[in-house]
């Protein structure tokens, strides 16, 4: 009784927190305003177009800055997405125009000239929230003269704020910078520079409840809804075909099985048995490395868990575009509280296969995905600490994750790890294990794992190439990915495809007589992963324009993990199909 209420505290606990970090902004602003009143804008942070991991502080360059910017206050996703907004210098009061204001008159020195200027080279850009509305530009522009071959280094010096209002409220914002009014910093020399902005108000009749429509159309327009279209069209022929010609060949095959098995039965009861009934005594026993397949099944069925409530939670519409962190703030909340559901999984599994060190069992599951996370976190926070990048995070946000790790996850899994000892389920095993293992005869080349674990990927991974390629383009570019419910689609065909095909392989494996299933049901199922890394590679180099140290350490440090996490969850989606493949075609026959 005791731990249940235990459970029942730390879980209301964390759906508290839950419902805060994805609940409204802390602001307390209601987005009306009078005539005159000051808008909230924010600067956010500046960094190479291209590279979308490598950002930095907004005051990091030598742009003009309030004699006292405050820092606001951000939430826990904010910070993990690499956001740290500070007051901007733009007075931008609602409704007032302003047809030129200067800001401040600079006076640039070598070192600041050189570092705008790189900045320039490298296509930097800069991000700002007013009143919650994301606004971009870039900072400068490199104006190369074919003739002669030389290149001017542009910084612009006047920005203009282009702002719409729907009544009290404000509806849209654009930022228009003209390279006509512009500072030339080729030279290494130092530069007089009068930094200076202007503002234009107009009326919309746009609703305020629809300002955030006008990010997500990018995504929803015609040609890219037929593209989407057509990857699910592809997607459901994949599988249509591939059901057909399973339950085809399967049906067939395992008819012609039970009726060859049930005639031997009767009256050939001598004759040598051949075929996946020949194995019997033998495919029921447990593999080697229990704990550590034990382990694999629950974090996989953890990370499963993650993915259907992250989905349902985008499909209410919670991730809508430039809601700052909420992502991330859900990808750690849920993780925390479906830790419980690895520890009971992980743990009534391992004892069903007759282990013993469950607690031992059950430290393996809290490290196997967590702890390759955790050292690439350490890794790649060094890397942006060393570059001075926003996406360090700060001491306190590091406590506040060891708290949810502690406090949270920890106490989840050990009572999930509990409930699940106290299970006291046992293994169905149709027929019985014999006490010395068959030999398995010696098989073609493309019978072994890895050539089976290429069949078994290359399917559910062209099930889901086309859609790859946006979702890596919002992750890893500046587009935006608003259209869940299809992807949704596109995961839950992933699930079946990967169910399917290592199922179908288990049968082959099976005809053959190799009785070693286990283990390849895991490698096979997890395989899209090795696919989806390997598109890693593909995307990097021929589709995105990504370069550095750190920005690559970031792509590939966090693309291993999840592809790593991938392996996890359909692994245990393959094997979860085999088992109850294998129990039912040995449940329909007679095992003596």
Same mark, same amino acid.
């Given at each position: 009784?005791?731990?249940?209420?235990?459970?029942?505290?730390?879980?209301?606990?964390?759906?508290?927190?839950?419902?805060?970090?994805?609940?409204?902004?802390?602001?307390?602003?209601?987005?009306?305003?009078?005539?005159?009143?000051?808008?909230?804008?924010?600067?956010?942070?500046?960094?190479?177009?291209?590279?979308?991991?490598?950002?930095?502080?907004?005051?990091?360059?030598?742009?003009?800055?309030?004699?006292?910017?405050?820092?606001?206050?951000?939430?826990?996703?904010?910070?993990?997405?690499?956001?740290?907004?500070?007051?901007?210098?733009?007075?931008?009061?609602?409704?007032?125009?302003?047809?030129?204001?200067?800001?401040?008159?600079?006076?640039?020195?070598?070192?600041?000239?050189?570092?705008?200027?790189?900045?320039?080279?490298?296509?930097?850009?800069?991000?700002?929230?007013?009143?919650?509305?994301?606004?971009?530009?870039?900072?400068?522009?490199?104006?190369?003269?074919?003739?002669?071959?030389?290149?001017?280094?542009?910084?612009?010096?006047?920005?203009?704020?282009?702002?719409?209002?729907?009544?009290?409220?404000?509806?849209?914002?654009?930022?228009?910078?003209?390279?006509?009014?512009?500072?030339?910093?080729?030279?290494?020399?130092?530069?007089?520079?009068?930094?200076?902005?202007?503002?234009?108000?107009?009326?919309?009749?746009?609703?305020?409840?629809?300002?955030?429509?006008?990010?997500?159309?990018?995504?929803?327009?015609?040609?890219?809804?037929?593209?989407?279209?057509?990857?699910?069209?592809?997607?459901?022929?994949?599988?249509?075909?591939?059901?057909?010609?399973?339950?085809?060949?399967?049906?067939?095959?395992?008819?012609?099985?039970?009726?060859?098995?049930?005639?031997?039965?009767?009256?050939?009861?001598?004759?040598?048995?051949?075929?996946?009934?020949?194995?019997?005594?033998?495919?029921?026993?447990?593999?080697?490395?229990?704990?550590?397949?034990?382990?694999?099944?629950?974090?996989?069925?953890?990370?499963?868990?993650?993915?259907?409530?992250?989905?349902?939670?985008?499909?209410?519409?919670? *991730?809508?575009?430039?809601?700052?962190?909420? /992502?991330?703030? =859900? +990808? &750690?909340?849920?993780?925390? $509280?479906?830790? %419980?559901?690895?520890?009971?999984?992980?743990?009534?599994?391992?004892?069903?296969?007759?282990?013993?060190?469950?607690?031992?069992?059950?430290?393996?599951?809290?490290?196997?995905?967590?702890?390759?996370?955790?050292?690439?976190?350490?890794?790649?926070?060094?890397?942006?600490?060393?570059?001075?990048?926003?996406?360090?995070?700060? *001491?306190?946000?590091?406590?506040?994750?060891? /708290?949810?790790? =502690? +406090? &949270?996850?920890?106490?989840? $899994?050990?009572? %999930?790890?509990?409930?699940?000892?106290?299970?006291?389920?046992?293994?169905?095993?149709?027929?019985?294990?014999?006490?010395?293992?068959?030999?398995?005869?010696?098989?073609?080349?493309?019978?072994?794992?890895?050539?089976?674990?290429?069949?078994?990927?290359?399917?559910?991974?062209?099930?889901?190439?086309?859609?790859?390629?946006?979702?890596?383009?919002?992750?890893?570019?500046?587009?935006?990915?608003?259209?869940?419910?299809?992807?949704?689609?596109?995961?839950?065909?992933?699930?079946?495809?990967?169910?399917?095909?290592?199922?179908?392989?288990?049968?082959?494996?099976?005809?053959?007589?190799?009785?070693?299933?286990?283990?390849?049901?895991?490698?096979?199922?997890?395989?899209?992963?090795?696919?989806?890394?390997?598109?890693?590679?593909?995307?990097?180099?021929?589709?995105?324009?990504?370069?550095?140290?750190?920005?690559?350490?970031?792509?590939?440090?966090?693309?291993?993990?999840?592809?790593?996490?991938?392996?996890?969850?359909?692994?245990?989606?393959?094997?979860?199909?085999?088992?109850?493949?294998?129990?039912?075609?040995?449940?329909?026959?007679?095992?003596?």
């Amino acid at each position: 009784m005791v731990r249940v209420r235990m459970g029942a505290a730390v879980l209301g606990v964390a759906v508290v927190v839950l419902a805060c970090v994805l609940g409204a902004r802390a602001d307390g602003s209601d987005h009306r305003y009078k005539d005159g009143d000051y808008v909230p804008l924010y600067a956010n942070k500046v960094g190479p177009f291209h590279n979308p991991s490598e950002t930095y502080r907004y005051y990091d360059l030598p742009f003009c800055a309030p004699d006292h910017p405050k820092d606001k206050r951000e939430a826990l996703g904010e910070v993990l997405n690499g956001d740290r907004l500070v007051d901007a210098p733009y007075e931008l009061n609602f409704k007032e125009d302003r047809n030129s204001k200067v800001l401040c008159q600079k006076s640039l020195s070598k070192v600041e000239v050189a570092k705008l200027r790189d900045a320039v080279a490298k296509d930097y850009y800069f991000q700002m929230y007013y009143d919650d509305l994301p606004l971009w530009g870039f900072l400068g522009k490199l104006d190369k003269d074919k003739e002669q071959g030389n290149a001017k280094y542009l910084l612009f010096k006047h920005i203009h704020f282009d702002i719409m209002y729907n009544g009290d409220r404000v509806i849209e914002i654009n930022v228009q910078t003209d390279p006509n009014v512009a500072v030339d910093i080729t030279e290494d020399k130092e530069v007089q520079v009068e930094f200076s902005y202007s503002v234009t108000w107009k009326k919309t009749d746009i609703p305020f409840e629809k300002r955030m429509e006008k990010y997500s159309k990018s995504s929803s327009m015609p040609q890219h809804l037929e593209i989407h279209w057509f990857s699910i069209i592809n997607s459901c022929v994949t599988v249509l075909l591939l059901t057909g010609f399973l339950a085809t060949i399967l049906m067939r095959v395992l008819k012609n099985d039970f009726i060859k098995y049930s005639h031997e039965d009767e009256s050939l009861e001598d004759q040598e048995e051949t075929g996946w009934k020949y194995i019997h005594g033998d495919v029921f026993r447990f593999p080697q490395q229990k704990s550590l397949f034990a382990a694999i099944v629950g974090s996989g069925t953890q990370l499963l868990a993650l993915a259907i409530f992250i989905f349902l939670l985008a499909i209410v519409g919670v *991730f809508y575009p430039y809601n700052r962190g909420a /992502l991330f703030t =859900a +990808l &750690v909340v849920i993780y925390a $509280l479906t830790s %419980g559901i690895a520890g009971y999984t992980a743990t009534s599994f391992y004892l069903q296969l007759e282990g013993t060190k469950w607690v031992r069992n059950l430290i393996l599951t809290g490290c196997l995905f967590c702890g390759p996370l955790f050292l690439t976190f350490c890794f790649l926070n060094t890397v942006a600490i060393a570059y001075s990048a926003t996406a360090a995070l700060p *001491f306190g946000t590091i406590i506040v994750i060891i /708290l949810i790790w =502690a +406090l &949270v996850t920890s106490p989840l $899994l050990v009572l %999930g790890g509990i409930a699940g000892k106290n299970s006291n389920t046992e293994f169905q095993a149709p027929c019985r294990s014999t006490k010395y293992p068959r030999e398995i005869p010696q098989l073609p080349w493309y019978r072994s794992t890895i050539p089976q674990m290429a069949m078994a990927g290359f399917l559910p991974f062209s099930a889901i190439y086309i859609e790859l390629y946006y979702i890596f383009a919002s992750i890893w570019g500046h587009k935006i990915y608003t259209i869940y419910s299809i992807l949704f689609i596109v995961f839950i065909i992933l699930i079946i495809v990967t169910a399917f095909v290592t199922v179908a392989l288990t049968y082959f494996q099976l005809a053959v007589e190799d009785h070693e299933w286990w283990w390849r049901s895991v490698l096979c199922g997890g395989s899209t992963g090795i696919f989806i890394f390997f598109y890693c590679i593909y995307y990097y180099h021929a589709r995105s324009d990504m370069s550095g140290f750190m920005q690559t350490s970031f792509f590939f440090g966090y693309m291993t993990c999840v592809c790593y996490g991938f392996f996890l969850m359909l692994g245990t989606v393959g094997f979860r199909a085999s088992l109850l493949f294998v129990r039912h075609i040995y449940r329909s026959i007679k095992c003596e």
